[in-house]
């Protein structure tokens, strides 16, 4: 991992259109290709009751209908005021702070804290990150590295304020901290009524493979572009009643349209799936935690003592195989608008 110096950005405000809804004729011509409907239908086979969230929700949707989707369909999407949700221990030392729509994990090791992303502006981190912190017993002096997923400004919005405040070191890969001067996501937020974002410096550059070790915790560091070019997934250990398990972080969710980000996206999945299996995973988390069923898991509790979020190798084989049919589904309608 590299640390380096960079002058941070203040964010313009660009009213940058967004991708646009399709016409309804149209988007139903796409999804009615036997090719499209075969692997959506290969996604539903794979999800059966139990992950049907991931297959009919918008991962295996048109791309280009993801945004105002989600907009219309999750809770607190865009919303500038969006309260905080109940803080919660996904694992005995794994804590959810944050939004519906999107969040935090907040990692304790014993030694110190690893925070995964960063929620969006300041004003997020002083009411709901903080305030999540205090009620689950983490104290943010004790915060000692800051892990961004990807470059978009729901998950690095707060890091120059915590380091700042905190002087918490910010880590990212140095394709996502390339990209964030071009930040796609940030006209959305801008239009919707966010404040503007001072971007953070350029700090700590982490590489594909690496590891970081702190107290009873380490985190691997997987290199998975698509949903952004330098999207950081990771492996975990964590603790669960005293017991080390091993879970997944899978780091961006939407899909593009573009082919040639698509092949990425799939290059990585099958990257990260493969040394999931190797590593034993056996649970998926995501600081959009609605979109992989988090908050779901965990209000069903725990079943003769099983952590619900513990899904099992098997569970995390589905799950991986549930968005390799949605990218093949996306692949076919791509392809079809290039005919």
């Known amino acids: 991992m590299k640390r380096t110096g960079h002058a941070a950005l203040l964010l313009a405000l660009p009213l940058f259109p967004g991708p646009a809804m399709a016409e309804d004729g149209d988007a139903a011509s796409l999804e009615a290709l036997p090719a499209v409907a075969f692997h959506v239908q290969q996604a539903r086979d794979i999800a059966g009751s139990d992950f049907r969230f991931l297959s009919d929700g918008l991962l295996c949707g048109p791309a280009e209908q993801t945004i105002p989707k989600a907009i219309m369909t999750v809770p607190g999407f865009l919303d500038p005021n969006a309260p905080g949700i109940e803080p919660f221990a996904a694992f005995d030392n794994l804590h959810y702070i944050g939004m519906y729509a999107w969040g935090t994990f907040v990692l304790d090791t014993g030694e110190g804290l690893i925070l995964f992303d960063s929620l969006t502006n300041?004003?997020?981190?002083?009411?709901?990150?903080?305030p999540g912190m205090t009620e689950m017993g983490l104290d943010p002096?004790?915060?000692?590295?800051?892990?961004?997923?990807?470059?978009h400004v729901d998950h690095y919005g707060g890091a120059h304020y915590l380091k700042r405040r905190?002087?918490?070191?910010?880590?990212?890969?140095?394709?996502?901290w390339d990209a964030l001067a071009d930040d796609i996501s940030y006209p959305w937020f801008v239009r919707s009524g966010y404040p503007p974002v001072v971007q953070p410096q350029r700090d700590v550059t982490v590489e594909d493979g690496d590891i970081l070790r702190l107290g009873n915790a380490s985190v691997t560091f997987v290199l998975t572009p698509g949903h952004t070019p330098g999207t950081l997934s990771?492996?975990?250990?964590?603790?669960d009643?005293?017991?080390?398990?091993?879970?997944?972080?899978?780091?961006?969710?939407?899909?593009?349209?573009?082919?040639?980000?698509?092949n990425q996206m799939h290059n990585s999945?099958?990257?990260?799936?493969?040394?999931?299996?190797e590593r034993g995973v056996e649970g998926l988390i995501s600081t959009h935690a609605w979109f992989v069923g988090n908050f779901e898991q965990h209000a069903r509790g725990r079943v003769d003592g099983r952590n619900p979020?513990?899904?099992?190798?098997?569970?995390?084989?589905?799950?991986?195989?549930?968005?390799?049919?949605?990218i093949d589904a996306q692949f076919a309608r791509s392809l079809a608008r290039l005919e």
Request: net charge negative; hydrophobic share 45%.
């Open 141 to 151: 002096n004790d915060l000692k590295y800051l892990v961004v997923t990807h470059a």
């Open 309 to 326: 979020l513990l899904i099992g190798q098997d569970g995390f084989e589905r799950m991986m195989g549930i968005y390799d049919a949605c």
């Open 234 to 239: 990771s492996i975990i250990e964590v603790q």
């Open 241 to 262: 009643r005293g017991q080390t398990r091993t879970v997944a972080m899978w780091g961006g969710q939407a899909l593009h349209a573009d082919i040639a980000t698509l």
């Open 269 to 277: 999945l099958h990257k990260f799936w493969s040394l999931g299996r």
């Open 166 to 176: 905190y002087g918490v070191p910010v880590m990212m890969s140095a394709a996502d």
């Open 122 to 130: 300041e004003r997020e981190v002083e009411e709901i990150l903080l």
